[in-house]
């Protein structure tokens, strides 16, 4: 039996209950939303979950009005809410009437924008949490290289880290995403076909970290520029990619200006291009792109109130990710290699942006200084150090 593992959002969650009317944890399916929310719920003696998955407490809520006012005193959790969004209207009109906090905690696997009824009728009534799978920052430390690899290569969704081999773990991930194409997708309303989708999803994969070109990815596709990008929607909206903006500035640079893309999970990541073991990863042409997307996913939840952007320039100047908050701007490259080197373009960049610290997040041993007042760190040294400050 697996032990809990403490979340990130656990503290976040208990203000947010403590100052709004709704609050709403949103990330990808299973990545632990529900056990966290249960977890959560066992210090509350009034509190009521529904899985609204499940037909039996589905039922409850037949009349949802009569039931939100016979429990009109207890927080009600509601899973899975993107299979009964009508329920938003309703509770909307609940909290306005109620005129306190704590009402309700909804939980599900659409982001705000695509759930357009939440954040349409419960505007300012409403604080959103995003949870992610595991982060390295929330596992056990102390356990070194090991526990790293263990989850760059098998990602953080709690089954497939916990998974007793890595042929269990990889098992599990093919079944994740095809459950994700032919039953998650479709009940959000989506009628893309799922072979579809699964071919555009293995075409993002081998473009991971690398510009989007919808033009180019459409005709591949035999589709417009336009549906392409409706895919990359679809896709990001449902927690499985990430776009990566662009860096803006009035700079007499010429800028890229197209998004980067990455699939936000690495464990999925591998399972798309077929990567099993660590071995085949360490001799795969993904390996390098890998370790800057599984980087910056644990990088970027410490940078949640942090402006994010990647900087490069048509001459080939390039930062990975650039970080920005009031003047400050921190520029974090990631080298998937035990001896990084300082490029000419990285140089150039530091010096086009003039950042405030530069950090290159790499598998090594220890940090160290490599001049130009850039710091090499290991991942969970950065993460410790830097901690989104």
């Given at each position: 039996?697996?032990?809990?593992?403490?979340?990130?959002?656990?503290?976040?969650?208990?203000?947010?209950?403590?100052?709004?009317?709704?609050?709403?944890?949103?990330?990808?399916?299973?990545?632990?939303?529900?056990?966290?929310?249960?977890?959560?719920?066992?210090?509350?003696?009034?509190?009521?979950?529904?899985?609204?998955?499940?037909?039996s407490d589905?039922?409850?809520?037949?009349?949802?009005?009569?039931?939100?006012?016979?429990?009109?005193?207890?927080?009600?959790?509601?899973?899975?809410?993107?299979r009964?969004?009508?329920?938003?209207?309703?509770?909307?009109?609940?909290?306005?009437?109620?005129?306190?906090?704590?009402?309700?905690?909804?939980?599900?696997?659409?982001?705000p924008?695509?759930?357009?009824?939440?954040?349409?009728?419960?505007?300012?009534?409403?604080?959103?949490?995003?949870?992610?799978?595991?982060?390295?920052?929330?596992?056990?430390?102390?356990?070194?290289?090991?526990?790293?690899?263990?989850?760059?290569?098998?990602?953080?969704?709690?089954?497939?880290?916990?998974?007793?081999?890595?042929?269990?773990?990889?098992?599990?991930?093919q079944?994740?995403?095809r459950?994700?194409l032919?039953?998650?997708?479709?009940?959000?309303?989506?009628?893309?076909?799922?072979?579809?989708?699964e071919?555009?999803?293995?075409?993002?994969?081998?473009?991971?970290?690398?510009?989007?070109?919808?033009?180019?990815?459409?005709e591949?596709?035999?589709?417009?520029?336009?549906?392409?990008?409706?895919?990359?929607?679809?896709?990001?909206?449902?927690?499985?990619?990430?776009?990566?903006?662009?860096?803006?500035?009035?700079?007499?640079?010429?800028?890229?200006?197209?998004p980067?893309?990455?699939?936000r999970?690495?464990?999925?990541?591998?399972?798309?291009?077929?990567?099993?073991?660590?071995?085949?990863?360490?001799?795969?042409?993904?390996?390098?792109?890998?370790?800057?997307?599984?980087?910056?996913?644990?990088?970027?939840?410490?940078?949640?109130?942090?402006?994010?952007?990647?900087?490069?320039?048509?001459?080939?100047?390039?930062?990975?990710?650039?970080?920005?908050?009031?003047?400050?701007?921190?520029?974090?490259?990631?080298?998937?290699?035990?001896?990084p080197?300082?490029?000419?373009?990285?140089?150039?960049?530091?010096?086009?942006?003039?950042v405030?610290?530069?950090?290159?997040?790499?598998?090594?041993?220890e940090?160290?200084?490599a001049?130009?007042?850039?710091?090499?760190a290991?991942l969970?040294?950065?993460?410790?150090?830097?901690?989104?400050?």
């Amino acid at each position: 039996m697996h032990r809990y593992v403490e979340r990130s959002i656990r503290a976040g969650l208990q203000a947010s209950v403590r100052q709004n009317p709704v609050t709403a944890i949103l990330g990808p399916r299973q990545c632990g939303k529900s056990t966290l929310a249960r977890e959560f719920l066992k210090f509350r003696t009034r509190s009521i979950y529904l899985d609204l998955e499940r037909p039996s407490d589905l039922a409850r809520l037949r009349d949802p009005e009569a039931f939100f006012e016979a429990n009109g005193d207890v927080l009600i959790c509601l899973d899975e809410i993107q299979r009964t969004p009508e329920i938003l209207s309703v509770i909307r009109s609940v909290v306005d009437e109620r005129a306190t906090n704590g009402c309700f905690l909804i939980l599900g696997s659409a982001s705000p924008a695509l759930l357009r009824q939440s954040s349409e009728s419960l505007a300012g009534r409403i604080r959103y949490l995003e949870l992610t799978p595991f982060l390295l920052s929330e596992l056990e430390p102390g356990h070194g290289p090991p526990l790293l690899k263990n989850l760059w290569l098998k990602g953080g969704f709690p089954r497939s880290w916990l998974a007793a081999t890595e042929e269990e773990s990889y098992e599990w991930r093919q079944d994740f995403i095809r459950t994700f194409l032919t039953r998650d997708i479709p009940q959000l309303g989506s009628r893309v076909p799922a072979a579809q989708l699964e071919r555009f999803w293995q075409m993002c994969a081998h473009v991971h970290g690398q510009i989007f070109n919808s033009a180019k990815l459409g005709e591949s596709l035999g589709v417009s520029h336009h549906t392409a990008r409706s895919y990359l929607d679809l896709l990001e909206q449902t927690y499985m990619v990430r776009i990566l903006p662009p860096f803006s500035a009035n700079m007499k640079k010429r800028l890229i200006k197209s998004p980067k893309i990455f699939i936000r999970d690495s464990g999925l990541l591998h399972t798309l291009h077929g990567i099993r073991t660590f071995n085949d990863l360490l001799g795969h042409p993904v390996y390098g792109s890998s370790w800057e997307g599984f980087a910056m996913e644990n990088i970027l939840p410490l940078a949640a109130d942090w402006k994010t952007s990647f900087y490069r320039t048509s001459s080939g100047n390039e930062i990975d990710l650039v970080l920005e908050k009031g003047r400050r701007r921190v520029a974090v490259e990631c080298k998937a290699s035990s001896a990084p080197e300082l490029t000419r373009g990285f140089r150039q960049a530091l010096l086009d942006l003039e950042v405030s610290e530069a950090w290159i997040v790499a598998p090594v041993r220890e940090s160290y200084p490599a001049g130009n007042g850039v710091t090499v760190a290991p991942l969970p040294r950065f993460l410790e150090r830097w901690g989104g400050k």
